[in-house]
């Protein structure tokens, strides 16, 4: 099993910047990619980034691209999420997930095998 833990959401105004963290704890070996995903109000749960414990390759939804960098810190099995420019339709729940399958699939869903419980971000105008 692995937990994971997320921490970093709050109140921003828009154009402002926030960072996400998430730790994994319990068998973090098993797990190769690790993403994160937002889920608004009614809409569905979104790919944001994603990236890989080895080499630490990135990727991105294209509409994150610029303003998000995703990046990780294996000796403290923390993967971070700095989000910049943030916009007011960008308020949602962020989700940390962990997986076994190459990060470059990282935008599917089905990939991941371990959620953290989310944490809240909002967007004010």
């Known amino acids: 099993q692995v937990q994971l833990v997320e921490s970093g959401g709050g109140l921003v105004q828009a154009g402002g910047s926030l960072r996400l963290s998430c730790v994994a704890s319990?068998?973090?070996?098993?797990?190769?990619?690790m993403g994160w995903f937002r889920q608004a109000p009614g809409l569905e749960r979104e790919f944001v980034a994603a990236?890989?414990?080895?080499?630490?390759?990135?990727y991105y939804a294209n509409s994150v691209k610029g303003r998000f960098t995703i990046s990780r810190n294996s000796a403290k099995n923390t993967v971070y999420l700095q989000m910049d420019s943030l916009k007011q339709d960008e308020a949602a729940v962020y989700f940390c997930?962990?997986?076994?399958?190459?990060?470059?699939?990282?935008?599917?869903?089905?990939?991941?095998?371990?959620w953290g419980q989310g944490t809240q971000v909002t967007v004010s105008s």
């Open positions: 319990g068998r973090t070996s098993s797990t190769y990619v």
């Open positions: 990236t890989n414990w080895g080499a630490g390759s990135t």
């Open positions: 997930a962990a997986g076994q399958g190459p990060a470059s699939l990282g935008r599917r869903l089905s990939l991941y095998d371990y």
